[in-house]
């Protein structure tokens, strides 16, 4: 899977939005961009992901540039809940978690 | 319905030793996949499962090994228990196509040390 590189650490106020950054210049154009949270003590979960197209779900959206070598993760109103270290990954859509490959993330922190 | 349930969920070996890891995945999902999560080398991916083959398996000594049973529940081994054994080990459930997208669901994960 190509490499992405993401911020070690980010920090936001809580109920304002937050952007995540995620660069994949290396990207390929069968790769989808998905990302993963971990909260403490949690195993990782699903977040969103997407193609080419900007996408959104009830937890997050997700921009995407035009050239698909960066993209960003937008929390719109961050609560304390939302702490935790999120996880850029280049993959073609399979229906399997095999061989997800996680780099170190960006740890965010959420405070009143 | 349930999640992907793992146990036990803390252990504690001694050098040497061997652990056996057990993994439920979600009911319906055929695919069950491995991770070992370290403060050094972050998550990583030991191999993965489906149908009681091995489908998948990243860089780890032959050491660590698996297997899947008919119900799809899968049990990780680790013989020869190191010190860097340490680690949080987190399995993860897919229905296994082989197309399409579907997201990754993982256990809470065994937290196992080794001293």
């Known amino acids: 899977d190509a490499k992405t590189t993401q911020p070690n650490s980010m920090e936001s106020n809580e109920e304002e939005p937050v952007h995540l950054p995620c660069n994949h210049s290396?990207?390929?154009?069968?790769?989808?961009i998905h990302w993963y949270r971990q909260l403490p003590s949690q195993g990782p979960e699903y977040v969103i992901h997407g193609l080419t197209s900007n996408v959104n779900n009830r937890m997050a959206s997700l921009a995407i540039a035009e050239d698909r070598k960066s993209s960003t993760l937008i929390l719109h109103r961050a609560t304390l809940r939302d702490a935790a270290v999120y996880y850029c990954i280049l993959r073609v859509n399979t229906g399997t978690a095999s061989k997800l490959t996680f780099g170190t993330g960006t740890r965010l922190q959420v405070t009143l | 319905k349930a999640g992907v349930t793992q146990t036990p969920r803390y252990l504690i070996k001694t050098r040497g030793q061997q652990v056996t890891l057990s993994c439920s995945p979600i009911?319906?999902?055929?695919?069950v996949s491995w991770y070992q999560q370290t403060p050094g080398q972050g998550l990583q991916f030991l191999f993965e499962?489906?149908?009681?083959?091995?489908?998948n398996k990243g860089n780890f000594p032959g050491r660590f090994s698996g297997r899947q049973f008919s119900n799809s529940r899968s049990e990780m081994n680790v013989s020869t228990l190191e010190l860097g054994d340490s680690a949080l080990y987190l399995c993860a459930s897919s229905p296994g196509g082989s197309g399409g997208f579907s997201e990754a669901f993982f256990g809470q994960g065994t937290r196992l040390t080794v001293v």
């Open positions: 499962y489906f149908s009681e083959t091995q489908r």
């Open positions: 290396t990207i390929s154009g069968t790769d989808y």
């Open positions: 009911s319906g999902h055929r695919s």
